[in-house]
């Protein structure tokens, strides 16, 4: 589902990503974890097409397209999500304007019928009574005045409601209470199938209790260093990031 | 008295001001020629108010703002650059028919023709907008050039006793109205613009709503400007007599032009005891090209006077267009009780100027005022909010609650708040809160990420900014400066 060969990347005159290959297949959850500054976050920005990342080498490819030459809201519309470590806050526009604006230009985008008000409207009961969001939250301006959490719980929403084949998860369990890294988690067990896969990347292990990867990749000083099954996290959580091969 | 023959530049115009003089002060009903000459002069005052059979007051009170504004200077407070508008060159009463320079849409400008798709007007008033050979025998309900009014619904509306009528048919049919309120908000003196209208303006509205009537609809007319170098000179006269209420609507949108076009309207409100006055504004004047060429002159000046207590009037705009933009809606609150309202937002982009804002004068005892007023600067714009918030010595326990919100999209537009406070009752509670913000990257990146373009998601940050603004709007009206919004802003972001 997506191929990641070689990827060199920088940010202004840095080179983060130094021949990152990694392959992830439907059906497949898997966690990259890695010390601060491996370059974690820099790989789903450069997934998500943001601006100011600059690939310099290597390939990227979800579904056999070339994920590098799409617009990010492209690569949305083509079934790729990027849950944010920092999700952004929005003045004005309420969350549920905000979701139903970018469901529909994903669906535009596909060439696809808009939803429906009504339609809408029992998706959003359906997937925020699940994550406890309560109505009056959703009516609210983008993540504007949501505690970290929520906003984490809003991201899981999104997901939810946006039904993307592919979730890039970016430090989800960050900030989170136990309680709230139970829901969240619940969350993205729920988005697993056989046709999904999901890229989870944290810096500890915890997450990991509550959703189980198929895979765990250790990413340090921009490459892949390791891979492995549930065990190597564990591995990881007792004996640190130091003494990894560089 | 003799007529001093302004200086003319074409043979056209000649011909004018000789048949002009051939008829002169004989209120003629029937002139062949449907132009003024060009240029301005007290013949050309004359002339347009012979034109519309005027009787003799309305003359001398046009003649009067005539004098005066020969005397005056154009204000140069703003914080604007305004060539020098050589005010002989141009028509005050229609002009020549311009022969239309397309012989079909296929020949308009792409870019100018996806606009008028994205804002979804109809292809017969796509043609009528751009020029199209032939297209003005298209009806439209819409006002072109001087001559006007909507007349739809006329009928129902003098069921519930409701004058709705354009301002010469007013001056014709009730002089006495007229002459009673005309110029009552806005003296003749009041300023370099208003004056020019007093003395040359070409048509407008008139609205009467009879003490304890609610008027059954949303009135609204459509100004255009649809006749190269026509100043548009419009006129609205608004009253709500006691316990009466009024929603009024108008709405612009314009065709390209190379040449700069003034426009310098005046809007008067009279708001009796308990009558309310809501008047919404959609402005997209031809702002001019990327490089600023041509474009759209607007000094307005609108002023509502809520005489009576507990009266109200709620100023909305939402100005994406024009050039220049020299305008500030105010309400002088002379009523006990009364209130002041004015929600804006102005878009400026590429080389637009914007000078925009309001006065409230608190003249009535707990009279109240509400401003909130959003500026976007995009491009190499500039763009100024100018508040004024007086408190009279008699305001006792009035309020004022000022805020203004600056975005930013982009390093090289400007904006500036320029807020006046003057308080001479020490009863009064005053506040004020403003902000400058930026579209960031990540709140970009963001809605991009769930699917929105570029252009999309600054649309919906945009019009998240501007909410508290928009809501405040008609629904219909509000779709409309939404999209505006965006179309405006188009561009703007790398």
Redesign the interface.
Same mark, same amino acid.
């Given at each position: 589902m997506l191929e990641i060969t070689n990827l060199h990347a920088t940010v202004g005159e840095r080179e983060i990503l130094k021949g990152l290959t990694l392959s992830v297949k439907a059906g497949e959850v898997h966690a990259i974890m890695g010390p601060n500054g491996a370059g974690k976050s820099t790989l789903a920005h450069v997934l998500a097409g943001r601006e100011g990342y600059e690939v310099t080498k290597g390939s990227a490819h979800f579904e056999g397209r070339d994920l590098l030459d799409m617009e990010p809201h492209e690569r949305a519309a083509a079934g790729l999500f990027l849950g944010f470590q920092y999700p952004v806050e929005i003045p004005g526009v309420s969350n549920l304007l905000f979701l139903r604006t970018a469901m529909n230009a994903q669906r535009k985008l596909r060439g696809e019928a808009e939803i429906s008000g009504a339609e809408f409207m029992k998706k959003v009961k359906a997937e925020s009574a699940t994550l406890g969001l309560d109505m009056d939250m959703l009516k609210r301006g983008v993540n504007v005045g949501f505690s970290g959490g929520e906003k984490k719980r809003n991201e899981a929403f999104q997901l939810g409601m946006l039904e993307p084949k592919f979730a890039l998860l970016d430090e989800t369990d960050s900030g989170l209470d136990i309680d709230a890294l139970r829901i969240v988690s619940e969350g993205i067990n729920r988005f697993r199938s056989a046709e999904r896969a999901v890229l989870l990347i944290t810096h500890y292990q915890r997450l990991l209790d509550h959703v189980r990867p198929d895979v765990v990749h250790v990413l340090a000083k921009g490459r892949i260093v390791e891979s492995g099954g549930p065990e190597l996290a564990l591995r990881l959580e007792a004996q640190g990031y130091e003494g990894l091969a560089a | 008295m003799t007529a001093t023959l302004p200086e003319t530049r074409n043979a056209e115009a000649a011909a004018a001001v000789e048949e002009l003089s051939s008829y002169k002060w004989g209120f003629a009903t029937e002139i062949e020629q449907d132009f003024a000459p060009k240029g301005l002069s007290e013949d050309t005052v004359r002339f347009i108010s012979a034109k519309k059979g005027e009787p003799e007051w309305m003359l001398e009170w046009r003649l009067k703002a005539y004098r005066l504004w020969l005397k005056m200077d154009a204000p140069d407070w703003a914080k604007l650059k305004i060539p020098p508008i050589d005010y002989q060159d141009a028509y005050y009463y229609a002009a020549p028919k311009a022969k239309p320079t397309l012989a079909s849409l296929d020949e308009l400008d792409p870019e100018i023709r996806r606009t008028y798709e994205k804002l979804g007007i109809p292809i017969e008033e796509q043609k009528v907008l751009a020029g199209v050979e032939g297209a003005r025998k298209v009806a439209v309900d819409a006002v072109f050039d001087s001559v006007s009014v909507a007349t739809t619904f006329r009928e129902e509306l003098k069921r519930a006793g409701v004058i709705f009528l354009s301002i010469s048919e007013a001056i014709r049919e009730y002089p006495d109205l007229v002459r009673r309120h005309l110029g009552s908000v806005v003296p003749v003196r009041d300023n370099y613009f208003a004056c020019l209208n007093a003395a040359v303006f070409s048509d407008g509205t008139f609205v009467l709503v009879p003490k304890g009537v609610r008027c059954p609809m949303e009135l609204s007319t459509y100004f255009r400007i649809n006749a190269e170098n026509t100043g548009q000179f419009e006129r609205t006269l608004i009253v709500a007599e006691e316990g009466a209420y009024v929603s009024y609507l108008e709405g612009c949108t314009a065709p390209q032009r190379d040449e700069n076009q003034l426009h310098a309207a005046v809007v008067e409100l009279v708001a009796e005891a308990d009558a309310e006055i809501k008047y919404s504004t959609v402005q997209n004047w031809y702002p001019g090209d990327k490089d600023g060429k041509g474009g759209i002159y607007n000094f307005v000046t609108k002023r509502a006077l809520c005489r009576g207590a507990r009266s109200k009037v709620s100023w909305t705009q939402v100005e994406t267009g024009s050039a220049i933009t020299w305008k500030y809606p105010s309400c002088v609150l002379m009523g006990e009780d009364s209130v002041g309202e004015f929600y804006s937002v102005a878009v400026t982009n590429n080389h637009q100027q914007a000078d925009t804002g309001t006065k409230m004068i608190h003249m009535g005892k707990g009279s109240r005022s509400t401003i909130v007023a959003k500026g976007i600067s995009a491009g190499r714009s500039d763009s100024t909010y100018r508040g004024l918030v007086r408190v009279g010595p008699s305001a006792e326990g009035a309020r004022n609650f000022t805020q203004c919100d600056s975005l930013l999209i982009g390093d090289r537009c400007g904006a500036h708040t320029i807020p006046y406070i003057e308080v001479k009752n020490p009863s009064a509670q005053i506040e004020h809160e403003a902000t400058t913000s930026k579209i %960031? #990257?990540?709140?970009k &990146?963001? =809605?991009? %990420? @769930? +699917?929105? %373009? +570029?252009e #999309? =998601?600054v649309a919906?940050?945009v019009? +998240? &900014?501007? @909410? #508290?603004v928009l809501q405040q709007l008609p629904m219909e009206f509000a779709v409309e400066a939404q999209k505006l919004l965006g179309i405006s802003l188009e561009g703007s972001v790398g």
């Open positions: - | %960031s #990257e990540d709140q &990146f963001y =809605a991009m %990420s @769930r +699917g929105l %373009s +570029g #999309e =998601a919906l940050i019009n +998240g &900014f501007c @909410r #508290e």
